[in-house]
């Protein structure tokens, strides 16, 4: 099950309590399998507080990140509005500016409006749909079944476009090792890595869930995972702590700086929008909102 560490004494146990019930966030720790039936009612990950991370040291090539701590917890209390001149504000846009509406979604309850909105990655007439996730987050699988479905379907026009969160050593570690597959061309192991570490016992450990205390162990571990499907040693060696990778998870915090993404899964739609499980409803009405928002987008691209 989802365990929360000690909270700080300044907050509340009724906020403690919304916390736990509304979001995986950055208080969480590592999630037991016994939590899956909890995600399903579209709770979200949040990222853990210092107390509750591993002391793993996975920083990126240039370093740590501005505003984050020697736990390498990053959320908006660490990094302050003002540490960046890209950082995205949720809010509204002027009642005259032009907004997905329908009977059923609406700005402010069923998304949000994202104010810069941020750049992406998609050709002119694509509308980028991204995930951010955790490998170990409960909700972020129980939601996977909705998302694999969805792909198989979505419109031509969407690209979509996955984001390991990268929160703190845990978070960092798991995304390493996100990018690492993607590096040595077995992306097709994340569905395998996403089901072995839901799937463990509950007494099993961290090791077990493709992390350990430090980077070296967690490499020997997700190294270990890889080789024994099918991944040579040397390749994933190599391909750990590459350019390509370091380069990943620096785009990464970019991007979890950018949205100061504070629980997950985490949709944005086309840097523009923001959504989750909650505010849509269920996994099945997330879906069918990504598809409303794409629409929109798609059709109001000039």
Partial sequence: MTRTPSL?????????????????????????????????????????????????????????????????????????????PSLAHLAALPASAALPSSSEWKAGVNYDVVTPAQPTTVAPGKVEVMEVFWLACPHCYALEPFIKAWRKTKPSYVKFVRVPVMWGPVQRAHARFYYTLESVGRADLVDKAFAYIHDLDTQSGTE??????????????QEAWAV????????????????FVNTQLQQAQQTMNAYQVQAVPFIAVDGKFTTNVEQAGSPNK???????????EHDHKH
């Fill in 8 to 84: 700080p004494i300044v907050l509340t146990l009724c906020a403690a309590a919304l916390l736990a019930l509304s979001a995986c966030s950055h208080r969480t720790q590592a999630p037991q399998p016994s939590s899956q039936a909890a995600a399903q009612t579209g709770q979200r990950t949040a990222p853990p507080s210092a107390a509750g991370q591993q002391s793993a040291d996975d920083q990126t090539a240039s370093g740590q990140t501005a505003g984050q701590g020697d736990s390498g917890s990053t959320s908006t209390a660490q990094t302050g509005a003002d540490s960046s």
């Fill in 286 to 296: 997330l879906i069918s909102l990504i598809n409303f928002l794409a629409a929109w």
């Fill in 208 to 221: 077990s869930g493709l992390v350990s205390n430090t980077k070296q162990q967690s490499f020997k571990v």
């Fill in 228 to 243: 024994q499907h099918g991944v040579t040693a040397s390749a994933f060696t190599q391909a750990y702590d590459s350019f």
